[in-house]
């Protein structure tokens, strides 16, 4: 492997580490240098798929192996702590944390600080920003496809806990519905809309006591009267996989938009579809979907140009921060 090659390291072995871990190990240009893992069980399948990777069981115990970047793939509980081990010790330069960036906005705006000290390429792994359908709408709008937004409406939707009572624990661990399905509606927002204040929230308990499994709420951009209504919950009959979908009412039409295609409708009655086939939906690596795939090799290039990559740290914080503004503005119905 030539020196040229980026050292990258895997923190975290759950689902989301083994794939990311699996993508950058096929990058011509990538080494995977080193992997992370607490648990004994998960450290033994690691060795059987990845066997000539380093393993430790220790974040410090990266210290002296040279890396570039690390991937961040940890419960949300420990990004934090994980992220400020790997700068303060100065164990690589780099930094990709998946969603959401910490567990609340104290945390992320102090990493924001830490990184901007730093002088490294940061990102967080919102992944529906590389999504063709979803890289398709946004530039439909951009072109002002469907004139000037009048309204938005976004729902996000799993049947992760449908029909579960007395799981307010479990669906605590995974840090509530706003941070987890929730997080990719307020980034699509921030993504398509720019700055967004929120006017008005309500949270519903459906799995528990104090549980956050339902969340509806309306947001308001900054610079007109631009109003959206958003509505998340993990308790949705029918949904196999978490879905987002995002409808933009303008003075021209209507532009909708999930993970499997985008449609523009136009008052004079003109309208268009593409679909994931039609909108070169391919990469070098398939696994877990192309999106993955293409949200790695974006990061890699960025390193490697030393370039700024989206959504960075100080991009993703203000997910957090609106997250922590709705759940203080929400009505609670336990």
Not at 87 to 101: G, S, V
Not at 303 to 330: G, H
Request: charged letters at 25%; aromatic letters at 8%; proline letters at 2%.
């Amino acid at each position: 492997m030539s020196r040229e090659a980026l050292r990258i390291a895997v923190v975290g072995l759950g689902k989301m580490g083994l794939l990311h871990a699996c993508i950058l190990n096929t990058m011509p240009n990538v080494q995977l240098a080193a992997a992370c893992e607490k648990s004994l069980v998960t450290r033994k399948l690691f060795k059987k798929i990845l066997s000539s990777v380093p393993l430790v069981g220790d974040v410090r115990e990266f210290s002296g192996l040279d890396l570039d970047a690390v991937y961040i793939t940890t419960p949300i509980s420990s990004h934090f702590s994980v992220a400020k081990t790997v700068l303060q010790e100065r164990l690589a330069r780099h930094l990709f944390i998946e969603k959401p960036l910490t567990s609340n906005y104290h945390e992320s705006k102090e990493l924001c600080e830490l990184v901007a000290n730093n002088g490294g390429v940061n990102m967080v792994g919102y992944l529906r920003r590389f999504m063709v359908t979803f890289m398709k709408a946004k530039e439909l709008l951009s072109q002002s496809a469907i004139g000037e937004p009048a309204s938005f409406a976004i729902n996000a939707f799993s049947s992760d806990f449908y029909d579960m009572r007395e799981y307010a624990e479990v669906a605590a661990s995974r840090g509530g519905v706003l941070k987890d399905l929730g997080s990719y509606a307020i980034d699509a927002a921030l993504w398509f809309f720019g700055s967004i204040q929120v006017n008005s929230a309500k949270i519903e308990s459906l799995t528990g006591a104090g549980s956050e499994d339902a969340v509806q709420f309306t947001l308001q951009r900054e610079s007109d009267n631009l109003q959206g209504a958003v509505s998340v919950s993990w308790c949705i009959k029918g949904y196999r996989m978490p879905e987002v979908v995002l409808s933009i009412k303008g003075t021209k039409g209507i532009l909708d938009v999930n993970d499997d295609k985008v449609s523009l409708k136009l008052n004079n009655g003109d309208e268009s579809i593409w679909y994931r086939h039609n909108l070169n939906d391919n990469v070098k690596f398939w696994l877990g979907g192309p999106e993955y795939y293409r949200e790695d090799a974006y990061f890699v290039k960025s390193v490697t140009n030393n370039s700024l990559a989206e959504p960075s740290f100080e991009t993703a914080s203000k997910v957090d921060l609106l997250i922590e503004m709705i759940q203080r503005k929400a009505e609670r119905h336990d």
